[in-house]
């Protein structure tokens, strides 16, 4: 196997803010190699977002965020990167979409002046080439007419083109990793369906590695070969995309699986609505034990209320599933109660 | 804490509770200033007692003394009177306009403030159009146009810095009214059939009274400050009655020969400005519904 | 836009007519009234009075007057000084250069000086830096405009020399530098009220930008530092800024009135303050006038200003 493009090991994150610290994110590891597809689920503040930032090192700074652990791209730890260094890796190295399409883009420059600044400022190119580039972008991402377009504000586009100017941005100089942050969540099917099409053929062209954000299977099945879910700021279940989607063994990944329509089928165990009962807990209030024990409905007192459980290989691969009861051999099959 | 009071439960003036006075003693600016006020109030007030001359008292003799010389600690001006006993007294003066001032122009914003945010519609476009006229034009012509007309007693000026003064508070007031004549109690009690003005004084005001009190300690400062401009034109509190601000009147001749003509009364000026605008910064940190949970 | 524009520019012109109600309804309703200058000369009987009286118009009704005043107004005649009898508008023309000179420098003293210790204020909050400059704001709007004016005058030409105490220029110089160091002791008088307020407005509408998504998009792009903070921190939280250079406008006439004074300044704040000391009416109301027009046409070129830089506004 080929070395990974990025490696993450034991990311810690915490926030400071009115002199309270609060930690969002306890203990990540992963690695991802060129070409593959990383997809990275949970529901809405499971840290998912944070995560991501912290491997391009844009959370705020250092009091109001402390980042630890070590995030490797080529033997370099990007935490200790100055941030001189670092802006060299932003871009050429790593790149990102982000999840806002509509407030990512500066409204007050040009469409085409944003890419050609990404550009510009890691390669020695001329004037004409960095605009022969933007519109070679700017076709690529399926912009009807770049050449007039790219003189557009981003007030003067859509969502969905908004979206592919960020995207095309991203792509500008090649990155070895693309993060996408649920890049197709604000965006309509038909548009979330291009998109994602275009994502694929560019990874496939240029061997280039992807961290997916999302909480929608659908997509998940789509795009990755590898599935990380993650739940309260830890990855509870990890594997391959047969692993993880024909094989949950964490209760709160069938939890998420059931809650998408298309699994149903599957023959997978839903709730009254097909949703999670209760909410995400707060980061600043974890429960003791298994975070998600309040809100699972296998949770066995005195079992999943203890000790954290341990990151497990479940099986001979690399399945790996956090949860104390996942080895249990009736577990699977066991019909979970109604709450 | 529920985020939208209960209009059963809601405490009147919740504003007071102990978490914003606490808040606003560990604002340490807030705190000097305070006590600067205090200080510079019980000067002017009960300094003159302590002082062996008064005000008016002319000795041709020790005309110009520097500060230190002899019983004249701040020394005296070209017609030989004292200095310390001119500032406190003008300070009385000064600190009184600015406070009457602050109280009319208060009033007077709060009223015109709450009607246009409460009533809305053209009531409240054409009394803010009014707002925007008198924020249009520089407020200072409008006042020594006034005072060069109008017999610029002590009561006067009062008066004149009031009547172009209100126009912040008058803002604020509607903003936040604007607010609050959304909100459910204020429908209710309207449900109920309470008068406008019960409605107004009783539900709307006391929810506003803290940006009124932040501003209102602002204006202190923007009034004192007013009262210096025009005395200093000369348009002000007539001599041989002193304020912070005629005393300034013509110290600049005699800059080069008498500094401290111009730096005493200065000085006092600008420590209570600053203490004002102090304390209006700690009120504000302090009285921010936003700031506190 | 266009319709947007249309739209301020009756609002201006309302304004403008409250504000010269107010104006004359004060004028003319005050005890004495423009005719006091004549009560005041000797041997004047009443008779002699009310024919001045007559003659001037002041016999009829307010309102009367008022409707006169504004036709002569808007057709260019605002009357004339009582003082010279040559036309108010003459006078006010010949008076605007130098406090526009004055205003001008200051202003771009203060904006300058205002959104560099704001930019880094909050680049750098709750630094040392942000913390002096906080309440360094806060002492220099309390410090009275024409006290520091004198204090500077003490300091940089009595006591050092350095500069002069006050006038346009030296008669019989006016040479280009001549004229820049009279300019600078009043330029920087009357900037420090306004650099104090253009910092803080430039505080907080750059911490307003600093949480903006597209600037972490602009770090994510990998771009050098100076170039986030000028093309997409500084460049957006000026916007803002533009309409509060126009709002900020009669803050700024005010303060040249007193620093003229102090200075000794050949202006329109000068003027003023001697067409009071003479009772001159059309003057008195003329400057009224003006500064009125002067801001209702700065918000005008910042709405305009704000359309230029901000393309959400120019397009949408
Ligand atoms: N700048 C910040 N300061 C303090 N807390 C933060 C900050 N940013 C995020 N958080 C907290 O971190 C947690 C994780 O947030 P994050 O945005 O990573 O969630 P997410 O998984 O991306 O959710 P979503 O699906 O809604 O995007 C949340 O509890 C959030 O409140
Ligand atoms: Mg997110």
Same mark, same amino acid.
């Given at each position: 196997m080929t070395d990974p493009v990025l490696s993450v090991r034991d990311l810690r994150i915490r926030f400071r803010s009115g002199g309270r610290e609060t930690q969002v994110v306890h203990g990540v590891d992963f690695d991802i190699r060129g070409g593959e597809t990383l997809a990275l689920v949970g529901e809405s503040g499971s840290g998912k977002s944070v995560t991501s930032f912290a491997l391009m090192r844009l959370?705020?700074?250092a009091p109001r965020c402390t980042i630890e652990g070590s995030v490797s791209m080529g033997g370099v730890n990007?935490?200790?990167?100055?941030e001189r260094r670092m802006a060299q890796v932003r871009g050429p190295r790593i790149a990102m979409i982000f999840q806002e399409p509509l407030t990512s883009?500066?409204?007050?420059?040009r469409v085409g002046d944003q890419i050609a600044e990404a550009i510009r400022f890691h390669r020695k190119m001329s004037k004409a080439d960095i605009r022969a580039r933007v519109i070679e972008l700017l076709t690529l991402v399926g912009i009807p007419d770049p050449a007039r377009r790219m003189?557009?504000?981003?007030?003067?586009?859509s969502g969905g083109m908004r979206q592919r100017v960020v995207i095309a941005m991203a792509l500008a100089l090649e990155p070895d990793l693309l993060i996408a942050d649920?890049?197709?969540?604000?965006?309509d099917v038909t548009v979330q369906a291009q998109i994602l099409e275009l994502l694929r053929q560019i990874q496939r062209a240029t061997n280039m590695a992807m961290l997916f954000i999302t909480h929608d299977f659908g997509v998940v099945a789509e795009i990755a070969e590898r599935v990380m879910v993650m739940y309260a700021g830890r990855i509870v279940e990890q594997g391959s995309l047969a692993d993880v989607?024909?094989?949950?063994?964490m209760p709160y990944t069938r939890g998420l699986l059931a809650s998408v329509p298309r699994f149903e089928d599957a023959g997978l165990k839903t709730g009254p609505l097909g949703t999670i009962e209760g909410f995400v807990p707060s980061p600043d209030n974890l429960p003791a034990g298994c975070s998600f024990h309040p809100r699972c409905p296998h949770a066995r007192p005195g079992i999943c209320d203890g000790a954290l459980p341990e990151l497990a290989a479940h099986g001979a691969g690399a399945h790996l599933v956090r949860c104390a009861?996942?080895?249990?051999?009736a577990f699977g099959a066991e019909p979970a109660e109604v709450s | 804490m529920t985020a939208i009071p209960d209009p059963a439960t809601r405490t009147r003036?919740? &504003?007071?509770?102990g978490p914003r006075v606490r808040k606003f003693m560990r604002h340490r600016l807030a705190m000097i200033g305070l006590l600067t006020i205090i200080f510079l109030t019980l000067a002017c007030f009960f300094g003159p007692y302590l002082?062996?001359?008064?005000?008016l008292y002319i000795d041709l003799r020790a005309?110009?003394?520097?500060?230190?010389t002899g019983s004249h600690i701040l020394g005296t001006d070209p017609l030989g009177r004292d200095i310390a006993a001119r500032l406190f007294s003008a300070g009385q003066i000064s600190l009184t306009v600015g406070f009457t001032a602050m109280v009319l122009s208060t009033l007077i914003g709060t009223v015109i403030g709450v009607v246009a945010g409460y009533f809305g519609g053209w009531s409240r476009i054409g009394l803010m159009r009014i707002v925007d006229a008198f924020l249009s034009f520089p407020s200072i012509f409008l006042m020594l146009t006034l005072a060069a007309f109008l017999k610029p007693s002590p009561t006067m000026i009062t008066l004149i810095i009031a009547v172009t003064s209100w126009m912040e508070v008058a803002r604020i007031v509607e903003a936040e009214v604007r607010g609050q004549s959304s909100r459910d109690f204020t429908a209710a009690a309207r449900m109920v059939g309470a008068p406008h003005w019960w409605i107004m004084g009783r539900e709307i005001l006391p929810n506003v009274i803290g940006p009124i009190i932040v501003a209102a300690t602002l204006t202190v400062a923007r009034a004192i400050l007013l009262e210096a401009y025009i005395s200093f034109l000369g348009y002000? &509190?007539?001599?041989?009655?002193?304020?912070w601000g005629n005393m300034l009147n013509n110290a600049q001749q005699y800059l080069?020969?008498?500094p401290w003509l111009a730096i005493v009364p200065g000085v006092a000026i600008t420590l209570a400005v600053t203490s004002f605008n102090f304390i209006g910064d700690g009120l504000r940190d302090a009285l921010d519904a936003r700031s506190v949970q | 836009m266009i319709r947007f524009l249309t739209h301020r520019t009756l609002q201006g012109i309302v304004l403008i007519l409250i504000v010269s109600m107010i104006g004359f309804t004060v004028i003319n309703l005050a005890?004495?009234?423009?005719?006091s200058q004549y009560a005041m000369?000797?041997?004047?009987s009443q008779q002699d009075l009310d024919r001045i009286a007559h003659q001037m118009g002041l016999d009829r009704p307010i309102p009367v007057q008022y409707l006169d005043w504004l036709v002569n107004m808007v057709s260019g005649d605002w009357g004339k000084s009582y003082?010279?009898?040559?036309p108010v508008l003459d006078v006010v023309w010949r008076h605007m250069w130098a406090t526009l000179l004055l205003m001008g420098t200051s202003t771009a003293i203060a904006v300058a000086l205002g959104t560099l210790i704001g930019v880094l204020g909050a680049l750098k909050r709750y630094s040392v830096f942000d913390y002096m400059a906080t309440v360094g704001a806060m002492i220099a709007l309390s410090i009275p405009t024409f006290w520091f004016g004198l204090v500077a005058i003490f300091f940089f030409?009595?006591?050092?020399?350095?500069?002069?105490?006050?006038?346009?220029?030296?008669v019989g110089d006016q040479s280009f530098s001549d004229y820049a160091i009279h300019l600078i002791m009043p330029s920087i008088v009357l900037a420090l009220v306004n650099v104090a307020i253009w910092s803080r407005y430039m505080r907080a509408s750059t911490l307003d930008v600093m949480d903006q998504d597209y600037v972490r998009t602009a770090r994510a792009k990998g771009l050098p530092r100076w170039r986030i903070v000028s093309a997409h921190i500084v460049r957006n939280a000026l916007i803002p800024m533009i309409t509060l250079a126009g709002l900020q406008l009669p803050t700024i006439i005010g303060g040249a009135l007193v620093t003229e004074t102090v200075f000794t300044w050949p202006g329109l704040g000068r003027l003023f303050i001697d067409s009071l000391g003479y009772n001159d009416y059309p003057v008195i109301m003329g400057l009224l006038m003006f500064s009125a027009i002067l801001t209702v046409i700065g918000n005008f070129l910042a709405d305009i200003g704000v359309a230029l830089a901000d393309p959400r506004i120019r397009l949408g």
């Amino acid at each position: 196997m080929t070395d990974p493009v990025l490696s993450v090991r034991d990311l810690r994150i915490r926030f400071r803010s009115g002199g309270r610290e609060t930690q969002v994110v306890h203990g990540v590891d992963f690695d991802i190699r060129g070409g593959e597809t990383l997809a990275l689920v949970g529901e809405s503040g499971s840290g998912k977002s944070v995560t991501s930032f912290a491997l391009m090192r844009l959370l705020p700074e250092a009091p109001r965020c402390t980042i630890e652990g070590s995030v490797s791209m080529g033997g370099v730890n990007l935490l200790e990167l100055s941030e001189r260094r670092m802006a060299q890796v932003r871009g050429p190295r790593i790149a990102m979409i982000f999840q806002e399409p509509l407030t990512s883009l500066n409204p007050v420059h040009r469409v085409g002046d944003q890419i050609a600044e990404a550009i510009r400022f890691h390669r020695k190119m001329s004037k004409a080439d960095i605009r022969a580039r933007v519109i070679e972008l700017l076709t690529l991402v399926g912009i009807p007419d770049p050449a007039r377009r790219m003189h557009a504000y981003p007030g003067e586009m859509s969502g969905g083109m908004r979206q592919r100017v960020v995207i095309a941005m991203a792509l500008a100089l090649e990155p070895d990793l693309l993060i996408a942050d649920e890049p197709t969540t604000a965006l309509d099917v038909t548009v979330q369906a291009q998109i994602l099409e275009l994502l694929r053929q560019i990874q496939r062209a240029t061997n280039m590695a992807m961290l997916f954000i999302t909480h929608d299977f659908g997509v998940v099945a789509e795009i990755a070969e590898r599935v990380m879910v993650m739940y309260a700021g830890r990855i509870v279940e990890q594997g391959s995309l047969a692993d993880v989607l024909s094989n949950p063994r964490m209760p709160y990944t069938r939890g998420l699986l059931a809650s998408v329509p298309r699994f149903e089928d599957a023959g997978l165990k839903t709730g009254p609505l097909g949703t999670i009962e209760g909410f995400v807990p707060s980061p600043d209030n974890l429960p003791a034990g298994c975070s998600f024990h309040p809100r699972c409905p296998h949770a066995r007192p005195g079992i999943c209320d203890g000790a954290l459980p341990e990151l497990a290989a479940h099986g001979a691969g690399a399945h790996l599933v956090r949860c104390a009861r996942s080895d249990e051999p009736a577990f699977g099959a066991e019909p979970a109660e109604v709450s | 804490m529920t985020a939208i009071p209960d209009p059963a439960t809601r405490t009147r003036f919740a &504003i007071f509770r102990g978490p914003r006075v606490r808040k606003f003693m560990r604002h340490r600016l807030a705190m000097i200033g305070l006590l600067t006020i205090i200080f510079l109030t019980l000067a002017c007030f009960f300094g003159p007692y302590l002082l062996p001359y008064d005000e008016l008292y002319i000795d041709l003799r020790a005309r110009f003394s520097p500060p230190l010389t002899g019983s004249h600690i701040l020394g005296t001006d070209p017609l030989g009177r004292d200095i310390a006993a001119r500032l406190f007294s003008a300070g009385q003066i000064s600190l009184t306009v600015g406070f009457t001032a602050m109280v009319l122009s208060t009033l007077i914003g709060t009223v015109i403030g709450v009607v246009a945010g409460y009533f809305g519609g053209w009531s409240r476009i054409g009394l803010m159009r009014i707002v925007d006229a008198f924020l249009s034009f520089p407020s200072i012509f409008l006042m020594l146009t006034l005072a060069a007309f109008l017999k610029p007693s002590p009561t006067m000026i009062t008066l004149i810095i009031a009547v172009t003064s209100w126009m912040e508070v008058a803002r604020i007031v509607e903003a936040e009214v604007r607010g609050q004549s959304s909100r459910d109690f204020t429908a209710a009690a309207r449900m109920v059939g309470a008068p406008h003005w019960w409605i107004m004084g009783r539900e709307i005001l006391p929810n506003v009274i803290g940006p009124i009190i932040v501003a209102a300690t602002l204006t202190v400062a923007r009034a004192i400050l007013l009262e210096a401009y025009i005395s200093f034109l000369g348009y002000g &509190i007539q001599p041989p009655l002193p304020s912070w601000g005629n005393m300034l009147n013509n110290a600049q001749q005699y800059l080069d020969s008498a500094p401290w003509l111009a730096i005493v009364p200065g000085v006092a000026i600008t420590l209570a400005v600053t203490s004002f605008n102090f304390i209006g910064d700690g009120l504000r940190d302090a009285l921010d519904a936003r700031s506190v949970q | 836009m266009i319709r947007f524009l249309t739209h301020r520019t009756l609002q201006g012109i309302v304004l403008i007519l409250i504000v010269s109600m107010i104006g004359f309804t004060v004028i003319n309703l005050a005890p004495g009234g423009p005719l006091s200058q004549y009560a005041m000369t000797p041997g004047m009987s009443q008779q002699d009075l009310d024919r001045i009286a007559h003659q001037m118009g002041l016999d009829r009704p307010i309102p009367v007057q008022y409707l006169d005043w504004l036709v002569n107004m808007v057709s260019g005649d605002w009357g004339k000084s009582y003082r010279d009898q040559s036309p108010v508008l003459d006078v006010v023309w010949r008076h605007m250069w130098a406090t526009l000179l004055l205003m001008g420098t200051s202003t771009a003293i203060a904006v300058a000086l205002g959104t560099l210790i704001g930019v880094l204020g909050a680049l750098k909050r709750y630094s040392v830096f942000d913390y002096m400059a906080t309440v360094g704001a806060m002492i220099a709007l309390s410090i009275p405009t024409f006290w520091f004016g004198l204090v500077a005058i003490f300091f940089f030409s009595l006591e050092l020399g350095w500069l002069p105490a006050g006038n346009m220029y030296t008669v019989g110089d006016q040479s280009f530098s001549d004229y820049a160091i009279h300019l600078i002791m009043p330029s920087i008088v009357l900037a420090l009220v306004n650099v104090a307020i253009w910092s803080r407005y430039m505080r907080a509408s750059t911490l307003d930008v600093m949480d903006q998504d597209y600037v972490r998009t602009a770090r994510a792009k990998g771009l050098p530092r100076w170039r986030i903070v000028s093309a997409h921190i500084v460049r957006n939280a000026l916007i803002p800024m533009i309409t509060l250079a126009g709002l900020q406008l009669p803050t700024i006439i005010g303060g040249a009135l007193v620093t003229e004074t102090v200075f000794t300044w050949p202006g329109l704040g000068r003027l003023f303050i001697d067409s009071l000391g003479y009772n001159d009416y059309p003057v008195i109301m003329g400057l009224l006038m003006f500064s009125a027009i002067l801001t209702v046409i700065g918000n005008f070129l910042a709405d305009i200003g704000v359309a230029l830089a901000d393309p959400r506004i120019r397009l949408g």
